[in-house]
């Protein structure tokens, strides 16, 4: 179910920037806080156990970065 919502909102996130870049900051922004609260809050459990509860909000946050940035290159590199 994580894993679906996660690639729906890359999906937005990829059409978002290519439509809007502008546009496209502010919700990326907001995934970014919210996943970035969930790795947090994660992180704050005792040793390994830390790290393995924050990887899926950090793998997912670099992933949601990476397709919003790729959307504005994509954009970027339209003639005109």
């Known amino acids: 179910m994580l894993i679906g919502a996660v690639i ?6 990829v059409v978002l920037a290519f439509v809007a870049p502008r546009l496209s900051r502010h919700p990326q922004r907001g995934v970014d806080k919210t996943m970035g609260a ?4 994660g ?9 393995w509860a924050e990887k ?9 970065n990476k397709s919003a940035s790729a959307g504005r ?3 970027g590199k339209l003639p005109g």
């Open 38 to 41: 969930g790795q947090r809050a």
């Open 8 to 13: 729906v909102i890359c999906i937005v996130l």
């Open 73 to 75: 290159r994509g954009r």
């Open 56 to 64: 899926p909000f950090r793998s997912s946050r670099k992933a949601t």
């Open 43 to 51: 992180g704050k459990l005792p040793g390994f156990l830390g790290r």
